[in-house]
């Protein structure tokens, strides 16, 4: 059974720092391009990170780079987003997500609000 967990959200000053975690399950995960995602009700979900199978290569929507960092251990079948210098406009419901195309898998999210 294929599970993606996510944790580490919660409620963060603006300024502040989280690192989320997302652990996974049933699935190769060294195989796979990890990446998060955040939504905000009523807009579409975009893409914040991602970093690829392999090399490890990574990229950052425009709004975090320099602020946020994906990083991955293949090992603890894990990835992480560490957030830095975090912003209201950073409040969202953050997803992960494992792909190799044609398959896509995501977890069940974790809330993240920057709020004083």
């Known amino acids: 059974q294929v599970q993606l967990v996510e944790s580490g959200g919660g409620l963060v000053q603006p300024g502040g720092s989280l690192t989320l975690s997302c652990t996974a399950s049933?699935?190769?995960?060294?195989?796979?391009?990890m990446s998060w995602y955040r939504q905000v009700l009523g807009k579409e979900r975009e893409l914040v990170a991602a970093?690829?199978?392999?090399?490890?290569?990574?990229n950052y929507a425009d709004s975090v780079k320099g602020r946020f960092t994906i990083s991955r251990d293949n090992a603890e079948k894990t990835v992480y987003l560490r957030m830095n210098s975090l912003k209201p406009e950073d409040t969202a419901v953050y997803y992960c997500?494992?792909?190799?195309?044609?398959?896509?898998?995501w977890g069940q999210g974790t809330q993240v609000t920057v709020s004083s």
């Open positions: 997500k494992a792909a190799r195309k044609p398959i896509a898998y």
């Open positions: 049933g699935f190769t995960f060294s195989s796979y391009a």
């Open positions: 970093i690829a199978s392999g090399v490890a290569l990574t």
